[in-house]
C-alpha cells in the first residue's frame, strides 16, 4: 500500500508539473517587442538587444526591439503604456521616463499607474568631470569657483530632463551653486563641446569618461553613485564628500502596460534574472558601461516610486529657473 501510495503522487507531481509547465508556456506569445524609447548604440538599446536575443532563444519566439525615440523618452514610453497588456509588448525603461514625465507638460501617461515593473536589468554610474581649461582638480575647487561666478559657470547634458542634466540640478541645489545649463539634443553635441571647453563642466557614464580622463581631456572629481567604481576606484563618490543626497545612478529595466496578467509577469521576471546571470550577456553589458542586476518586480517597483518622488521636488525647486526651456 506504501508503495502504491509513493507512485501515486509521484504520478500526480509529473503531471502537475507537466501541466504547469505547459500553462507557463502557453502564456507567451508568438511575437514579443521591446520598445526602446532612444536610438540605436544608447544604454537603453544595448540592454534591450541583449536580453532580447536571449529571450528569443529561451522561449523559441521571435522577439523585436523596436526604437522610439523622442521627447526625452516620452514617445515610445507612451506607446509602450497604451499597449495591450498581453504580454506581447515590453518597454525598456529607466529612470529618465520618471524624469521626464514630469517635466514635460500634458504628458499623456503616468510611469506609475500605466506601467508594471518586471525587473531591473542593469545600472550604469554617473562620473562629475570638468574641462581642464577650468583649472579645478576637485569638486571643493568647483564649488568655490562657481560661487564667485553665480551664473558664469557652465554644466551640460544630453537634453532637457535627461539624468545628466538632473543629476546637475540635484548637486546645484544640494551644493547652493547656480551653473547654468545648456541642454544638447543628445550625446555627441554635448561631449564634442565638453571636450572642446566650450562646456566646463556636467556628468558624463563613468565608462565614457575615462578614455578622456586617461588622455588629459577631462578632470575626473567624482562619482554619483553609493560606492567607488571599479573602472575609476581612485575617484571618491559625491556622499563620500559629504554630500549624502546626491546619488545619481542611472538604471534600465523592463515593465510592461499595466493589467498584464501577474502570473505572465512573474515568469519573466524569473526568466530575466537567469538571463542576467550568463557571462555572455553579463560581458556585453559591461562593455556598454552597465553592471548587470536583476530585481524582483516588487524591488523595482519601490525604487521606481522613490526616483518619481525625489526627481519630482528637485524638478519643482528648480521649475522657475527653467520655465524658458519649456516654451
Keep these: 500500500m506504501k508503495n502504491l501510495l509513493s507512485r501515486f503522487w509521484m504520478l500526480w507531481s509529473a503531471m502537475a508539473l507537466a501541466t504547469t509547465c505547459a500553462w507557463g508556456q502557453s ?46 523618452g516620452n514617445i515610445g514610453t507612451d506607446a509602450a503604456a497604451k499597449a495591450a497588456p498581453d504580454g506581447a509588448t515590453l518597454l525598456m525603461g529607466g529612470n529618465t521616463m520618471l524624469i521626464s514625465s514630469q517635466i514635460y507638460k500634458n504628458v499623456p501617461f503616468h510611469p506609475l499607474k500605466d506601467l508594471a515593473p518586471v525587473s531591473l536589468v542593469a545600472t550604469g554610474t554617473l562620473m562629475l568631470v570638468a574641462h581642464p581649461k577650468l583649472g579645478v582638480q576637485n569638486v571643493a575647487e568647483l564649488l568655490r569657483l562657481a560661487k564667485s561666478k553665480p551664473g558664469q559657470v557652465n554644466f551640460g547634458s544630453p537634453g532637457l530632463g535627461t539624468p545628466h542634466h538632473m543629476a546637475m540640478e540635484l548637486f546645484n541645489m544640494e551644493t547652493q551653486t547656480n551653473m547654468l545649463h545648456v541642454p544638447y539634443r543628445g550625446t555627441s553635441g554635448y561631449i564634442q563641446d565638453l571636450l ?30 553609493p560606492k567607488r567604481h571599479p573602472v575609476a576606484a581612485d575617484v571618491p563618490t559625491l556622499i563620500e564628500l559629504g554630500y549624502k543626497n546626491i546619488d545619481v545612478d542611472l538604471w534600465y529595466a523592463f515593465f510592461v ?9 512573474a515568469q519573466l521576471q524569473a526568466e530575466i534574472a537567469a538571463i542576467l546571470r550568463e557571462p555572455g550577456v553579463r560581458d556585453v553589458l559591461n562593455k556598454g558601461g552597465m ?6 518586480s516588487e524591488e523595482l517597483g519601490e525604487m521606481a516610486q522613490k526616483d518619481y518622488v ?10 522657475e529657473e527653467h520655465t524658458s526651456e519649456l516654451q
Aim: aromatic share 6%; net charge positive; no cysteine.
Design 27 to 72: 502564456q507567451v506569445p508568438s511575437t514579443i517587442k521591446i520598445i526602446t524609447p532612444f536610438t540605436v548604440g544608447t544604454g537603453y538599446d544595448t540592454a534591450a538587444r541583449a536580453v532580447g536575443n536571449r529571450l528569443a532563444e529561451k522561449w523559441g519566439t521571435s522577439v523585436i526591439v523596436q526604437n522610439m525615440p523622442g521627447a526625452s
Design 257 to 265: 502596460p499595466a493589467k498584464t496578467p501577474a502570473s505572465y509577469v
Design 196 to 225: 572642446g571647453g566650450e562646456i566646463m563642466t556636467g556628468f558624463l557614464p563613468v565608462h565614457v569618461a575615462q578614455g578622456f580622463i586617461r588622455s588629459g581631456k577631462l578632470t575626473a572629481l567624482a562619482v554619483g553613485s
Design 291 to 296: 553592471d548587470a542586476r536583476s530585481t524582483t
Design 310 to 319: 525625489r526627481w519630482g521636488q528637485v524638478i519643482r525647486n528648480r521649475s
